[in-house]
């Protein structure tokens, strides 16, 4: 059928982002669109640059909307025209400015993940189906277009095009869904099935990462992650500090090291105070990065191996999976019961996640289980690195996977990262390079 709208039904790791990218060049270079806004979950938001940065071979300006309101409100009134110019906002923040967006005009739209709108009655989904209904072409992203229901479907295609499923939701439910129960209010079960599928895949493209045989066996990403106004600014200043002290003092390599240490542990969320004992937390942006990720994989169905590299990140990513109510198996240093967690991950369905401290997992354990790994944070051993990724790609790995890295941006996170990508031990930069790794 034709339709206004779009669905990239894809799984993780198999180039969405690449795909839409490629899809709103070919719109603007036929003088289809001149304006995209793409909704995405917070943690997300910065991916769209980079890979706008990275992979688009046409004109255009981006503007990824961050601070107060009334600053984002600035940034859209006076978006950059060179170009395709393309804005990119979290799900929270577009239905607060759905009437800046709506006068700016969006020619497009993007639901990145758009299982976050799968709830009808929702702010942000009726904010975006008034949007989109407005706009000349609308797609969504996700690999789990179904969550809970097949009733799942209605609110995101109302958001693609009404034509496909009608504008009511309880006549869509009334069409797909048995009701029984108390004063027939209940869904028993549900009817006509086949052409709900049908009619949904009539405007859908469908990748599963293990069908996508072009691909690598595991595929890489770089998730960048933006701290806090006040973390970036505790940073900043134990970086500036960290510099002033080694351009005053002895230069070795355990003054560096423990300088390095202080900016990683402040990336991830944590500082210790001056005396070194009690723990303050100062950022949750890795943290709700990787909640993002978690709820995607377990819609999904599939396991998760965390790696992180310090105590207090280890504890926090576990009392966030508590809360949720995800199982999980863990090994850090105080941890003497390994191959219980390990055969826990390994064969309980109900233990969906497990976390590693990367000096104690990097070897010997297999976490086959697990198809994408997600580095919450790193050492500065390219050895520990390699042996941590070998841990679910090995032997008896039967599945493609993905490989996650959580970024902060504009901190050590990115030049570590870059060492590693180049089989260098960070290490073995600190005394001769430390200026590029602190104060540069």
Known sequence: MQSKGCAYLMDMGTGKTITTIAVAGTLFNTGNIKRLLVVSPKSIVQVWQQEF?????????????DGDGNKKIDTIRHMDSFGLAVIVVNYESCWRLEAEIARWKPDMIVCDESSKIKNPQAKCSKALHRLGKASRYNLILTGTPITNSPLDFFSQYKFLDESIFGSTFYGFRSKYAILGGYQNHQIIGYKHLAELVELAHSVAFRIRIDEAVELPEFVEEIRPVK?????????????????????????????????????SQCTGGFIRDDEGGVVQEVSKAKLEALEDIIDECMEQGKKVVVFARFVPEIDSIAKMLQKK??????????????AEQVDAFQNDPDTKVFIGQLQTTGMGLTLTAGTVAVYYSLDFSYANYEQSRARIRRIGQTKRGVYIHLVCKDTIDEKVMAALKQKADVSKLLVDDYKKLIGG
């Open 227 to 263: 701290l806090e106004k006040k973390a970036q600014q505790i940073y900043d200043g134990i970086d500036k500090d960290s510099f002033a002290e080694l351009m005053s003092g002895e230069v070795t390599a355990r003054n560096v090291l423990t300088r390095l240490l202080r900016l």
């Open 325 to 338: 109510k995800i199982g999980y198996a863990l090994i850090k240093g105080d941890v003497t019961d390994r």
């Open 53 to 65: 940065d990275k992979f688009a071979a046409f004109p255009f300006s981006i503007a990824v909307l």
